[in-house]
C-alpha cells in the first residue's frame, strides 16, 4: 500500500483542530492583491475557506485538491472543484494567478509543481504562495523520528513533507521560468486550538494509518510526553514552531 498517496483527509478533524489554517493567511493574501474578475487557481484549496474569500472579493476562482472529502465542503460553499494531484495538472494559458496557502509541503514533486504553474499562468500571470519552510515543525519532528521506531515505524520513508529553505524556492521557481519578486522565511509560532493529538490526528494520518486504536493512544502518550515541555505552556496552550516560506513569482 503507497500510504503517501492515500486521501487521509478527514474534514471532521480539519475543522476541529486546523481551522487555524484558513485565519493566519495576512500576508500571502496581501501578496496576491487579488482583483474583481481575475481567473485565479487556488491550488490545495482543502475545505475552500480562501477560495471563497477570493470569490466574496469577485474572482473567478477554481480550487483544486487531491481530498475528496474537503473538496465536498468546498463545493458546498460554491467553489468550482477540481479532484486532482497539482504535481500531474495540465493547464494552458488560463490564470491571471495561482494561489497556494500551507498545501506545498504536502507535494514532494517540487520542480514537477512550479513548472505545471508556469504553464497555467497568463504571460504577466503571478504564481504567489505560503507553505512550510526549512526548520518548520522540528520539534514535532525531532519528537517522531525518537518515538516512530518504538513502534516499527520510520520517519523517512512515510514522510510526506517539503519544506525548503529560500535559496531551494527561488532556485524551484527560476529553473521554471518564473521571475522571483519576493521570497522570505519567518517564523511563525502558531497557537493550536486543541492539542497536539488534535493536530496528530488530523495531519499525522501517513503513520498512523496503520497503528490499530490502542497502539495509537499509546503511540499519543509517547508524542505528549517529548513534546509537552517543549511546546505547551503553563495555561495548557500548544504552541507549535511553524516556519513560513512566502513567495511572489510572475510569468
Ligand atoms: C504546515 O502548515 O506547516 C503544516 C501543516 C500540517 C503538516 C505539516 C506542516
Redesign the pocket.
Known sequence: MNVLAGDHWKAENYAKH?HF?AKLTSEVLQDLKPEMGEHILDLGCGDGALAKDLQLRGCRVVGLDNSRELLSIAQRKGIKTILGDAQKMAFNDEFDAVFSN?AM??MPLQSELASRVYRSLKQGGRFVGE??GAG??QTLIQALKEVLPRFGLDFASRNP?T?PTVQQQRDTLEKAGFQVKKCTLRQRPTKLPTDIRG?FL??GQTWLSDLDPETCEKFFDELVEICHPLLCNSAGEWMVD???LNFVALK
Open positions: 486546523a489554517v500551507a509541503h504536502w507553505m512550510g518548520n515543525i513533507w519544506f493536530w488530523t495531519f511553524y516556519v513560513r
